[in-house]
């Protein structure tokens, strides 16, 4: 079983302040996806990475996978309220159409 | 707009009765894939179907199965439903060879009372 644990569950900050939000696990992934959910609603794409040490960045969003394809993380700049929502990692070991393995998510919440 | 349509939006029940959710996948997407998130909880993964055959299988209870149509859309059947099945039922899509990336439908909140 490929678990994904994320941390921190939740976040609290003002706005203006960067963040950073994890995603680790003991499996290697063959690629790696960045949900935001917002209250009610379905989760929504942010990204995908699929090469070890890969960087992608998204306005004021910046997405790294790890080396060894076991981590990633998304660090947040000068975040504003819009950033509030469930952010959730998904990865997959195969790419032909197979099963996605979610983390918990990191509940952020930024306060203006 | 994910292209994944989900209906109906709200359901509210008893316990004891069974339901039906819908889901239509996006044009062309062959994968589709069901989860429950609880209040407070993340996406657990129920399963998922391929072109009409199942595909995957998680954390679904024998009260629950699903299908999938040869026009691809999808059904999730809950049976003796009990007041811990009041959750979000998401439905997402997939498409081959594209790292597993799905596309959520807005979800059907069921609440039994």
């Known amino acids: 079983t490929q678990l994904l644990e994320q941390s921190p569950q939740f976040l609290s900050i003002q706005e203006g302040e960067n963040l950073t939000v994890y995603c680790n696990s003991s499996?290697?992934?063959?690629?790696l996806q960045w949900y935001r959910q917002e209250p009610g609603e379905g989760p929504v794409l942010l990204v995908t990475v699929v090469t070890g040490g890969e960087v992608k960045k998204l306005k004021r969003l910046t997405f790294q996978f790890g080396d060894a394809r076991k981590d990633s993380s998304l660090h947040i700049t000068a975040a504003q309220p819009g950033d509030t929502g469930l952010y959730l990692c998904?990865?997959?070991?195969?790419?032909?159409?197979?099963?996605?393995?979610f983390g918990d998510g990191t509940t952020l919440t930024v306060k203006p | 707009d994910s292209g994944v349509t989900q209906t109906p939006k709200h359901l509210i029940t008893a316990t004891g009765q069974r339901v039906t959710l819908r889901c239509s996948p996006r044009s062309g997407d062959l994968s589709v894939y069901w989860y429950q998130q609880s209040l407070d909880q993340g996406l657990q993964f129920l399963i998922q179907?391929?072109?009409?055959?199942?595909?995957a299988k998680g954390n679904i209870l024998e009260r629950f199965s699903a299908q999938q149509f040869p026009d691809l859309h999808s059904e999730l059947n809950l049976s003796s439903l009990e007041l811990g099945d009041s959750a979000l039922y998401f439905c997402?899509?997939?498409?081959?060879?594209?790292?597993?990336?799905?596309?959520f439908g807005a979800g059907t909140r069921l609440s039994v009372l």
């Open positions: 998904a990865g997959s070991v195969n790419t032909n159409a197979g099963k996605s393995t």
């Open positions: 997402a899509s997939s498409a081959t060879g594209t790292q597993n990336i799905q596309y």
């Open positions: 179907y391929y072109n009409g055959e199942e595909r």
């Open positions: 499996s290697v992934f063959s690629s």
